[in-house]
């Protein structure tokens, strides 16, 4: 609708008149005269202004000498200088710089007017006319007239000063006379006039320019109306129009609208006065008739021009323009227009239409109409606020001659105007509507007579109806029911498609008309004609209508169906009325035609609001049924379906009726459709339609399975991520055949963008096929990340079918449009590159943030199609694009989370199967980043068949090899180790193991088949089986744990349903839910315990941050309505604090939780404990956490908090209220119900960056120990069973730990494992335990109780099978995003179920290389150490016993890294940084301790292990621990074995010995003590063989020497183990009791401390042995038995204990008698011996501190006396030293000075020398003479 600016009285004026009333009177002195050009302001150059100047001068002249000439002379003098002025002012372009320009004119304009009056006076009308154009057009030299005006009018333009100079001069009269003259009096031209016609229009221009100038101020007006020439003019145009001169029609008319614009009140009476308005229509009233249209129209818009513009200032014209039916007039002459021509008259006729509109609005009074708003009307509208803005109609009867013109005329241009008019007049005032539609009611009228109408003005006036409802936001019912009134009656069909196009854009201006044209039946008429249509349509199907009437109908057809659509948009009782109707099967029938679909699919889409089957049943249905050639069909089909997609609720509609199959159909349809080149039906059909179809059909499943674990998981069950890659598979572009495909060698890689970059974007060639792969796996890419029903590829355009020819040129089809790159403007293969680049570089893209798959088995997808990215004849492109793809596919798997997620999803399944050719060839491009992404998986989780696969395909021979030319043929491949050491650089890093895991590549130049396939298995094992993160390696796997994630719902939990149920004595036991019998009473009488492993994956920041709530306990008593939690467990990470409350506090959401009050609590002790954590929390480990409630007799308790065993706190609190709430007391009939929660629960709802899992938790009804927490402690979070059978890894027979419960089974309340879990609904959770509990799951989850599609995700309670009375089902998760479970299966466990350790075994067996060996040991020790099942297989199979007997069969492979893994595999491998406790008992006692093992293998391993295991026996932490564990793995025999082998050098038996005195020290016992002397007898030789003529000084040099019988090494050997034996008894660190003592000195008897007393054994041990005796004989009671006298043979006896079964089946002959046994006094056998030994100086210091009872020493004053008496002259030194000396000392001194004085007097009886061992010495008497002392008073020294 067009908006005028105002009235034509507030037109504005023309340009010459504002610039002049902008001009100031007072710049007179300089004039420019404007609309010159632009130059012409600029500064005139200096010739101009020289010659202004001069001008100047010569006018100054004449004003002078002016008044002093005679008229005549003074008309010549200023004739003579109008041609140098005029001159001047073309010469400067314009410009006047006149100083005195005002006179100038005036002189002029006074000349001109006398000149023009003086040809006028006393001359009849025509000569008059004759004499002023002779005048005006004067040539040559009398051209005088012509001069003046040319003069006049170049001054006129100057400023206003000048003109008002002009307007004084009388010109304006004298000018109108002319003009009447010119105008009423034309003159008769000859032919021969054609250039003074020229001079003419120039002469008419120039004089209208002047009478416009002059008649545009108010002053020209009033003296124009002194000459009394205006009336006769306008009377002239109204009666003399026919007459007049035709070249003057239209300046007469320019001059007297100038005139009319410029009217004053005095000109306003002049012409009321003379009846001019009057005159003039009386005239036009008899020119009408017969004048022709346009020229009445013509003369008629001068006259109402002065009507019109006199109205601002006085309504007198106006009123003599009524009272002489003026408006008659206009309507007579208006009707006369009808038919005129187009453009014939046009400008007039709008302007008489123009102005008449105008006054409509000219009115002395406002028009008084009373509301009648008929209701509904539209909510902003507001007609009370809809004010008048002065605008308003105040004229109907200008009115009623625009609504007369269109009701008697059928003229389009006609009523096009009038309509435009009456849309004027709605704009200027929305007022003016009601005010014309209450009293005239034109568009009601109208609407009677608008089918009569041209098609044009049919639609002009519906879009004025529609803007009454847009504009106005006005309904007007009673147009629309006459609009309605048309639409039935279908009087012509053009306009009930106008009118219902109208109808249609109302009603999606608001939903209000939904209603108003349902409740006016035309909702009812439309559903009546579109059923006939259809029939028709069904009918007539394969027929033909004629083609107008076939484009009529269909446009009517299309038009009703888009306004059933907009009713029914967002109106459900529309819809309702349409299903009613019973319309849908005749609606679905207008889907075939492409016309009606868009707006039959609305209609549909709107029917699916009330009923989600029925529109998905629709929509799969159609494409099912349709043709592979109904393209667009099934476009327009998916795109609806992806807009009803939106809505989640669509999705289950979607799944039950089959739209996964449908879409999936479609693909299968479109079997070979991207070949290249095509073929069949797909010839004529762009390839860029067929993408553009499988885009949408996947989009479509996307947005199906978008955030829909129901659906997810029925596509994941049903197996149709498969049959998507079947079907993508056969689309053409793929390779299908079965042929070998023969690896090349990639000189380079690309990534998958790069690749991109150079398929689109470079002129490099790159085949159809490819192109199209690459967006089929772009959608796949998208579909994984879940934003593949969000992206928009192809442009919402029909595209042509039939260019398939077209299509295929890759050279043809436009670029891509820069603001939207990806779209496609028509079928083309040119797509453009940026669309590729969708995919990016996945490193820019995602590091931002964790990669997160939401469609993981879209990758399935893109891996079962990797094989089929090949094309023969690109074998070198095809294998580039396969390793981009597989590139892209291991980033996807990057992360921990990622990899978890796709190990659900069956990746690991798909890769074995879809790549079996990679898997098989290690040359393959593909095996090394395949192998990489097997194993990042595998080490998360894998099933033992798949796992099985992986190993069998490792190990199959390769398929047989086409042959092949030089081109193709396969290159030299990487070496296994180096291509293992390649992919697992990444793995190693992730891993943090040690350095020593990076195998180098074997130095042999050809390894053996079976060896170089043990070290490939071997690294992917060690990849897979390896910890990837700090944890202690009894933590180093990943547990199955549940997952809670604060960023993305703010909340989720494991929601635990009747914890217990609290009977009342009359309840129904229908009310309780549980599994088991009886009650469990609640609160637990005894305490409680939670236990329970967590990891904190990231904490929440400070200003939002979120409690890990580890338990929190909610009861609720029935016939109440509020909750009260009773028991809560809760970590704040604000200030590292665990809190632990028993406070009742109402269950309710956080934003509404009141303030805490004075809480009356009658018990002293608090509520709620707080204890601080420290820095004992570390992210991305695993921690253990305990917190027990120990009950006491009051109604307190004792609450203790440990982290990891070690305790955070102890405090009393007060015990949890028998009742919930404030409650007292409960009903008999009621009941209580106790439920819980871990983690957070829906109504404390909280978004936070907050990640953490869960893994095992218990609950206990009772205090558990500090013992039994340890132990739980030390089972890891892997541990997944009840505590009533407990073994700890490692453990074996060798453990003496009672196997008693750790808990008892009643007192387990509840445990929850994700491992224990599996996918549910609600309907198998009643029908498997109870309606109860399914109820309230079904409640807590927020789906109905009868649900049965719903995925549930169920920890079962792993105690629900003991003993005991009620306990819950287990836990529920809650929370669609926030929650995830991981089943963590990792190849280290599944490895057991196929084989176990007997695989790793037989790695170790085909090994035939150290770097071979190592990697099979290593991955043995990664699998021992991290699984508990395979430790346990491998003691059942005896494997160690195995593992042993393969490494003494390849021993020259071992090296010290073996050593170092089977360290690590016993468990003392990290000495210094964790125990070094021996862990593995069977791997120490087979393999460690296997010596002969170690002896044989290379780089001295053996003195390795005997320095490691004096390392962990001299521990002061373990080694008492370790020597026991080496006591019960006899490792002692296993030395002692060794010291028998002549290899075995000094250096190791110094060690051996070294270890044996750790052992004992560390773990003193008999038997190995006795192992030890009966070796030692082993070592005396035969009493024939003199030991002391043996030299032991070389014994050092032969390492190689064999214990013999004249072995020097014999004696130093058994010299060590004494020395070894008397450390022992000497060590500080062992302090045996005198029991202990006893025991070992009986086990061994006397007998054997004398053999080594012997007078042939060597002195060395003589005085060892003789050390060793004392030491025992320091105890008296053992000296007093060594006196009594002890049997002999107890060394032997004690021996033989256990060998007598042995023996007895080896005897041949009988048995010798037992003679009995025989005492041995150890006094009377050791004087003989050491009679044979009074050479040795030692011994007598032992003897003598023997009779002294001094312990054994050998102090440095002892040695002094032993040498001063051996020197035979001490009496005066002895008497020196004797004062310093203590008392023990001075006994010694007077006993050997006795000796010494026995001495003498035995020289002087002349003893015979040869009764002395050693002739002439003191010392060989006082060897004698201690023998004499020893045989004469034994006793009485002894008794002293």
Not at 903 to 928: E, M, Y
Not at 1555 to 1576: A, E, K, P, W
Not at 1667 to 1691: D, S, T
Request: aromatic share 8%; charged share 20%.
């Amino acid at each position: 609708m067009d908006k005028a600016a105002g009235l034509p009285w507030q037109w504005k004026d023309s340009p010459g008149k504002t610039e002049q009333q902008e001009q100031s009177p007072d710049d007179g002195d300089k004039a420019e005269v404007p609309g010159q050009p632009a130059h012409s302001k600029d500064k005139p150059p200096q010739s101009h202004t020289l010659q202004w100047e001069t001008l100047g001068r010569q006018f100054v002249e004449y004003e002078q000498v002016a008044q002093f000439l005679i008229p005549e002379e003074q008309q010549r003098r200023l004739l003579d200088f109008l041609p140098p002025f005029l001159k001047a002012w073309e010469q400067s372009a314009g410009a006047i710089v006149f100083p005195n320009i005002q006179l100038l004119a005036s002189e002029v304009s006074k000349l001109l007017t006398k000149e023009i009056k003086r040809n006028l006076n006393g001359k009849p009308a025509e000569e008059a006319r004759l004499a002023l154009e002779q005048l005006l057009q004067q040539k040559g030299e009398a051209e005088n007239g012509r001069l003046l005006l040319k003069s006049v009018y170049v001054l006129s333009q100057t400023d206003l000063r000048t003109m008002w100079n002009i307007i004084g001069s009388g010109l304006p009269a004298a000018l109108m006379q002319c003009l009447y003259l010119f105008f009423t009096f034309p003159l008769k031209k000859t032919s021969d006039d054609g250039e003074a016609s020229e001079d003419d229009t120039e002469t008419q221009e120039m004089l209208v320019k002047i009478m416009l100038n002059m008649y545009r101020e108010e002053q020209g007006v009033e003296e124009l109306l002194a000459a009394d020439k205006l009336q006769s003019l306008i009377i002239a145009t109204a009666s003399l129009w026919d007459q007049c001169s035709h070249s003057w029609k239209v300046p007469t008319g320019r001059v007297l609208r100038t005139i009319s614009k410029a009217q004053t009140k005095t000109s306003i009476v002049y012409l009321q006065a003379v009846d001019c308005i009057k005159i003039a229509i009386q005239n036009l009233f008899k020119l009408a008739d017969t004048l022709p249209a346009c020229d009445v129209c013509e003369a008629a818009s001068i006259v109402l021009c002065f009507v019109k513009d006199s109205y601002p200032i006085s309504s007198a014209l106006l009123t003599e323009f009524e009272d002489n039916d003026g408006y008659q007039l206009l309507l007579k002459i208006l009707l006369r227009c009808e038919g005129l021509q187009q453009n014939e008259g046009d400008p007039y006729l709008d302007e008489i239409l123009d102005m008449l509109t105008c006054l409509t609005t000219c009115g002395k009074t406002e028009l008084k109409v009373s509301g009648n708003i008929v209701h509904p009307q539209l909510p902003h509208f507001d007609f009370e606020r809809t004010r008048s803005s002065g605008m308003t109609v105040k004229n109907l009867q200008a009115f009623q001659v625009l609504q007369s013109i269109f009701q008697k005329s059928n003229d389009q241009h006609l009523c096009g105007r009038v309509l435009a008019a009456i849309g004027t007049i709605w704009a200027w005032d929305t007022v003016n509507f009601f005010l014309l539609e209450w009293t005239l009611q034109p568009i009601n009228q109208f609407t009677d007579i608008i089918h009569f109408k041209p098609h044009p003005v049919q639609v002009q006036f519906f879009r004025l109806v529609e803007s009454i409802v847009l504009d106005l936001s006005y309904v007007p019912h009673e147009i629309l029911k006459k609009v309605q009134y048309l639409i039935k009656e279908n009087i012509a069909p053009f306009c009930t498609l106008t009118a219902l196009r109208c109808l249609l854009n109302m009603t999606k201006k608001d939903l209000l008309f939904s209603d108003i044209f349902r409740d006016s039946g035309l909702l009812g008429l439309l559903l009546a004609l579109l059923r006939k249509q259809a029939k028709i349509l069904r009918k007539s199907a394969g027929t033909h209508l004629p083609g107008l009437e076939e484009g009529t109908e269909k446009e009517l057809n299309a038009v009703m169906l888009k306004m059933v659509a907009a009713l029914t948009v967002r109106s459900v009782r529309n819809t309702v009325v349409l299903k009613d109707y019973g319309m849908v099967p005749y609606i679905k029938i207008f889907l075939d035609d492409e016309c009606y679909r868009s707006a039959t699919l609305s209609i549909l889409e709107q029917l699916s609001v009330i009923n989600y089957e029925e529109y998905m049943s629709i929509i799969i249905g159609a494409l099912c049924s349709s043709t592979q050639g109904e393209l667009h069909l099934k476009l327009d089909l998916l795109k609806s379906l992806l807009r009803i997609l939106e809505s989640h609720k669509s999705h289950s509609a979607f799944r039950t009726c089959s739209g996964f199959n449908g879409l999936l159909s479609l693909l299968s349809d479109m079997e070979g459709a991207l070949q290249d080149p095509p073929s069949g039906l797909w010839t004529g059909v762009g390839q860029n339609c067929i993408l553009e179809l499988v885009f949408y059909t996947l989009q479509g499943i996307s947005a199906a399975l978008h955030l829909d674990p129901v659906n997810s998981y029925f596509f994941q069950r049903n197996g149709l991520f498969e049959k998507m890659a079947e079907d993508l598979g056969s689309l053409g572009c793929f390779w299908t055949r079965r042929e070998w495909q023969i690896p090349v060698t990639l000189e380079k890689t690309r990534t998958f963008a790069e690749f991109l970059d150079a398929a689109f974007c470079s002129s490099e060639p790159f085949p159809m096929w490819l192109k199209n792969c690459i967006w089929i796996l772009n959608f796949l890419d998208h579909m994984v990340k879940g934003n593949l029903h969000l992206k928009s590829y192809f442009k919402e355009t029909k595209t042509e079918m039939g260019e398939g020819e077209a299509s295929r040129d890759d050279q043809e089809g436009p670029q891509a449009q820069e603001e939207h790159p990806a779209v496609f403007k028509r079928p083309g293969n040119k797509l453009p590159a940026s669309a590729y680049r969708q995919w990016g570089n996945p490193e820019e893209k995602w590091e931002m943030g964790d990669c997160t798959i939401v469609n993981p088995g879209a990758v399935c997808v893109m891996v079962r199609l990797l094989p089929k990215l090949y094309r023969k004849g690109h074998s070198q492109l095809s294998q580039e694009i396969q390793c981009a793809v597989v590139d892209h596919i291991q980033f996807l798997v990057k992360s921990e989370k990622s990899r978890q997620v796709m190990c659900g999803s069956g990746l690991l399944s798909t890769v074995i199967t879809s790549c079996q050719d990679a898997f098989r060839n290690k040359c393959h491009p593909l095996h090394l980043p395949l192998t990489r992404v097997f194993e990042k998986l595998a080490s998360q989780a894998i099933e033992p068949d798949v796992l099985r696969q992986f190993l069998w395909l490792g190990g199959a021979p390769p398929l047989p090899s086409r042959p092949s030319t030089n081109k193709t043929e396969v290159l030299s491949c990487q070496g296994s180790g180096s291509a293992w050491n390649e992919g697992s650089e990444e793995d190693m890093v992730d891993s943090k193991t040690d350095p020593q895991t990076v195998v180098p590549v074997s130095s042999s130049p050809r390894v053996s088949k079976g060896s170089a396939l043990a070290l490939q298995t071997a690294m992917s094992l060690i990849s897979m089986t390896s910890p990837r993160n700090f944890q202690l390696r009894s933590n180093a796997l990943a547990p199955s744990f549940v997952e809670f994630d604060m960023s993305m719902e703010g909340y989720g939990c494991l929601y635990l349903p009747t914890l217990a149920t609290v009977m009342g004595p009359s309840a129904e036991q229908s009310v309780s839910g549980g599994i088991g019998m009886g009650t469990r009473m609640f609160p637990p009488s005894g305490g409680l315990t939670l236990s329970c492993w967590f990891l904190v994956s990231k904490f929440g920041l400070v200003h939002n941050s979120h409690p890990l709530r580890f338990l929190t306990v909610v009861r609720h008593m029935s016939r109440t309505e509020q909750e009260f939690v009773c028991f809560s467990v809760n970590f704040f990470p604000q200030d590292l604090s665990l809190v632990i409350s028993t406070e009742e506090v109402e269950f309710q959401p956080l934003d509404i939780m009141e303030p805490e009050g004075e809480n009356i609590n009658p018990s002293p002790f608090p509520g709620q404990v707080q204890f601080g954590c420290g820095k004992l929390l570390i992210t991305g480990q695993w921690h253990h956490l305990t917190v027990t409630v120990a009950k006491e007799a009051k109604k307190n308790c004792i609450v203790s908090a440990y982290i990891n065993g070690q305790m955070l706190g102890s405090a009393k609190m007060q015990y949890l209220q028998p009742l919930p709430g404030s409650c007292i007391s409960m009903e008999p009939s009621s009941f209580i119900d106790v439920y819980g929660y871990i983690a957070t629960p829906r109504i404390w709802k909280q978004k936070s960056s907050l990640t953490w899992r869960l893994g095992p938790t218990y609950l206990f009804e009772e205090a558990i120990s500090v013992e039994t927490m340890e132990v739980i402690n030390k089972l890891g979070p892997r541990y997944c069973s009840n505590f009533q059978a407990v073994q700890l890894q490692g453990e074996e027979q060798y453990s003496d730990r009672n196997r008693t419960p750790l808990v008892a089974e009643e007192k387990i309340s509840f445990g929850i494992n994700a491992m224990c879990s599996s996918l549910t609904t609600v309907q198998d959770i009643k029908s498997s335990y109870n309606e109860v509990d399914g109820r309230l799951i079904a409640k807590e989850i927020g789906i109905s109780s009868r649900d049965s599609s719903t995925p549930i995700f169920l920890a079962k309670n792993i105690a629900g099978h003991l003993s005991g009375s009620l306990r819950t089902i287990g836990s529920v998760a809650v929370g669609q995003y926030g929650v995830r479970v991981f089943q963590s299966s990792p190849a280290a466990t599944s490895l057991n179920f196929i084989g176990g350790p007997a695989i790793l075994l037989g790695l170790i067996a085909m090994a035939r290389d150290d770097h071979t060996m190592y990697a099979a040991v290593k991955v043995l020790n990664s699998i021992l150490n991290s699984s508990p099942m395979s430790e346990k297989l491998m003691r059942h199979m005896h494997g160690y016993q195995l593992l042993t007997y393969l490494l003494k069969r390849k021993t020259q492979l071992l090296n010290n890294r073996i050593l170092q893994l089977m360290f690590s595999l016993v468990g003392t491998a990290e000495l210094g940084f964790e125990s070094s406790v021996i862990k593995n008992y069977s791997a120490f006692e087979y393999v460690l301790c296997s010596f002969e093992l170690w002896m044989k293998a290379p780089e001295n391993l053996d003195l390795a292990l005997f320095s490691h295991l004096v390392e962990i026996l001299q521990s002061s932490r373990d080694g008492c621990q370790n020597a026991a564990v080496a006591y019960q793995v006899q490792m002692v025999p296993k030395l002692i074995f060794l010291f028998n082998d002549p290899e075995m050098s000094n250096s190791r038996i110094t060690v051996a010995c070294t270890i044996l005195s750790h052992l004992l020290q560390g773990y003193f016992n008999t038997r190995d003590v006795l192992r030890i002397g009966l070796f030692l007898v082993y070592t005396l030789k035969p009493s024939s063989v003199d030991e002391n003529q043996i030299c032991l000084d070389g014994v050092a040099e032969m390492p190689s020497e064999a214990l013999s019988q004249t072995s020097g090494k014999t004696i130093w050997l058994r010299n060590q183990l004494l020395k070894m034996l008397l450390d022992v008894m000497l060590s500080d660190k062992l302090h045996l009791s005198s029991e202990k003592q006893e025991e070992t000195f009986l086990v061994l008897g006397s007998d054997w401390f004398l053999l080594f007393t012997q007078s042939y054994v060597h002195s060395s041990t003589v005085v060892l042995g003789i050390k060793l005796l004392l030491c025992f004989l320091q105890n008296r009671l053992l000296l007093n038995k060594f006196k009594e006298g002890i049997v002999a043979g107890r060394w032997l006896e004690n021996s033989s204990v256990g060998l007598s079964i042995l023996m007895d089946n080896l005897k041949t002959d009988p048995p010798v008698p037992d003679n009995g046994s025989f005492l041995i006094f150890g006094f009377s056998v050791l004087q003989r011996c050491l009679t044979d030994h009074v050479h040795i100086p030692e011994i007598y210091l032992l003897v003598a501190g023997l009779f002294l009872a001094a312990p054994q020493s050998e102090p440095p004053e002892a040695a002094k006396i032993l040498s001063l008496c051996c020197s035979g002259s001490c009496s005066t030194t002895l008497r020196r030293m004797s004062s310093k000396l203590g008392c023990v000392q001075r006994q010694l001194l007077y006993c050997w000075k006795w000796l010494e004085s026995l001495w003498t007097s035995l020289l002087q009886m002349q003893k015979p020398p040869g009764r002395l061992p050693i002739q002439g010495t003191l010392s060989s008497f006082c060897a004698w003479s201690i023998t004499v002392i020893l045989r004469t008073r034994c006793g009485t020294v002894l008794t002293s």
